[in-house]
């Protein structure tokens, strides 16, 4: 009897120790738990409070995660995100564009950034995105993982310096820099594919006296007037440019010299029969070039329009050469 006692004694021993180390690893699991959940909690937190759009896609290129910027820029909650995709989100050009990238990322398993532009009929945002594949603990391709800022500002800031440093402050026409670089690469594309290519160099005849006698304010009317003429005849292919203070130069490609001398002389009558009240009478000269076989730049086709432009102006000005 009594070691039929102590045996049950031995068993509620066993049994109570065996209760504690249940209890015992089921709080440390759930302190793991609780302490995974408050971390999780945290870097949501992080995330939330970060000024970018942080999202993340399966391999189907669905949204399985976003922080709270992003849900707000679509206007949903977290669980009503996951299995959507782009096109439920974003115009058809816009999601045709993260398409590519999201599958370049998934492809090349390879990190890419792009800038990516919302143009819709009430606004135009601009986007820089920043996108990488997402693994698993085992090393396994599951996704990928998006940062995208708003640089709508620095883009409109850019693109005004760009518009600054290629244009004519006067004119509002392409400056001398941004010409020659279109120049060149017209140059070379009429000849790899053997195509006429001209230029014309205008300059307005006897400027000096029209600063001297009306002012350099009417100066600057007749400049204006000159580029709005030329821009007015000219066609929608050809590029017009002012290069110097009160010189002029069209680029036309897919045009022989034929068909540049009857422009030009279209141009030199337009400005001479313009007639407006206290607004003074000027003529231009032009000199023009065409591509030859032999040439091997563009500088070439220039220094012959510009030996052509003096001929004119040696012959006695409001006159079109050829070279």
């Known amino acids: 009897m ?33 302490t995974k959940k408050m971390m999780l909690d945290t870097y949501d937190l992080i995330l939330d409070q970060v000024d970018a759009y942080i999202y993340l896609k399966d391999t189907q290129c669905k949204y399985i ?10 206007g949903v909650t977290l669980e009503k995100l996951k299995g959507t995709s782009d096109s439920d989100y974003f115009p058809e050009n816009v999601v045709d564009v993260l398409h590519v990238n999201d599958t370049k990322v998934l492809n090349s398993q390879s990190k890419i950034s792009d800038d990516v532009i919302v143009d819709t009929q009430t606004s135009l945002v601009v986007y820089h995105e920043v996108k990488q594949p997402l ?4 090393g396994l391709l599951i996704g990928l993982i998006g940062v995208s800022t708003d640089i ?4 409109h800031l850019r693109s005004k310096l760009e518009q600054l440093a290629n244009t004519d402050s006067l004119t509002g026409l392409f400056n001398r820099r941004s010409f020659t670089s279109f120049c060149e690469h017209e140059f070379f594309r009429a000849t790899r594919y053997f195509q006429p290519f001209s230029l014309m160099i205008i300059d307005i005849d006897l400027f000096k006296v029209v600063n001297d006698t009306y002012g350099h304010l009417v100066g600057d009317e007749v400049i204006k007037r000159v580029a709005n003429i030329c821009n007015e005849h000219v066609r929608e292919a050809d590029v017009l440019a002012r290069i110097g203070g009160e010189e ?16 030009a002389e279209r141009l030199r009558e337009a400005q001479q029969q313009y007639d407006k009240p206290q607004a003074p009478s000027i003529t231009i000269s032009i000199g023009i070039a065409t591509l030859r076989s032999q ?8 220094n012959r329009a510009d030996k052509a432009l003096y001929s004119s102006k040696h012959v006695g000005r409001n006159s079109v050469n050829v070279s």
């Open 65 to 74: 995660y976003a922080n709270q910027l992003t849900l707000d820029y679509f």
């Open 248 to 263: 002029f130069a069209i680029l036309l490609p897919d045009t022989d010299m034929n068909s540049a001398y009857v422009l």
């Open 2 to 34: 009594l070691m039929s006692l102590e045996l049950v004694e031995l068993l509620v021993f066993v049994l109570l120790l065996v209760i504690a180390l249940l209890l015992f690893f089921n709080l440390s699991r759930y302190r793991q738990q609780q």
């Open 152 to 155: 709508t500002a620095a883009y």
């Open 295 to 302: 040439d091997k730049a563009f500088s070439e086709i220039f």
């Open 135 to 138: 693994y698993n603990h085992k």
